[in-house]
């Protein structure tokens, strides 16, 4: 069974940057599709980025040219960096795997790092 | 962003039986995409319960199923259990104008009376 640890969270202040980690066992990140997805206090769910297993990558327009998902295959390890940041940023952020064979489902979750933007 | 319609909140006595819908609107016809749904507590991981429109992960009880039968999607979650009380989203795949994205429900809080 995959286990994916998110870290990085914490306070930021609004156009600062912050990185995110996902340490991954259980699963090859540079064999999977991976993604990052987000939860605003109070909100409901947001996609954030994607990660092909080929290297591609797509983004949410909220997000697009601020943040950007990579991966270190040596460390099995997913990042998301953000730039930039604002306020509406503030969620708990989750890593997920991306199953194609059972559409395109996010079945493999991390518990989640908290980050807030504030002043 | 696009968001697919759920209803805020389903309130089901224990024992019953709960459905959450989730509807498509003018961007996405929900009728030909696969529809996940995933189950959110505090402080835990999330938890796909439905993939697929009705397949279900392993681990996962016969109590929760899904259907979609082309204008809407179903969670239904059978026998309710005090620990079905949570938060839950429907999930599918689009074809956006330039690449492709994820669309979320706005989400449904099930209580467990």
């Known amino acids: 069974e995959a286990q994916l640890v998110e870290s990085g969270g914490g306070l930021v202040r609004p156009g600062g940057s912050q990185r995110l980690s996902c340490a991954v066992s259980?699963?090859?990140?540079?064999?999977?599709?991976m993604a990052w997805v987000r939860r605003a206090p109070g909100k409901g769910l947001e996609w954030v980025a994607v990660l092909y297993k080929t290297g591609t990558t797509y983004y949410a327009d909220s997000v697009k040219g601020r943040l950007s998902i990579s991966r270190d295959n040596s460390k099995n390890t997913v990042f998301l960096h953000m730039d930039s940041l604002r306020p509406e940023d503030t969620a708990v952020y989750y890593c997920?795997?991306?199953?194609?064979?059972?559409?395109?489902?996010?079945?493999?979750w991390g518990q989640g790092t908290l980050l807030i933007v504030s002043s | 962003s696009y968001v697919l319609s759920q209803p805020p909140s389903v309130s089901v006595a224990l024992g019953q039986t709960a459905r959450i819908s989730c509807g498509g609107n003018n961007l996405v016809n929900i009728g030909d995409k696969a529809v996940n749904w995933y189950q959110l507590k505090p402080g835990q991981a999330p938890v796909a319960v439905v993939f697929n429109d009705k397949d279900r992960p392993s681990g996962i009880p016969e109590r929760f199923s899904g259907y979609n039968s082309g204008t809407s999607a179903t969670l239904t979650i059978s026998r309710v259990e005090g620990g079905d009380e949570a938060d839950y989203f429907c999930q599918v795949w689009y074809n956006g104008r330039d690449h492709p994205e994820v669309i979320f429900g706005g989400g449904t809080r099930v209580t467990v009376l």
């Open positions: 997920a795997r991306v199953n194609w064979n059972g559409g395109g489902a996010f079945d493999s």
């Open positions: 259980g699963l090859d990140v540079s064999s999977n599709f």
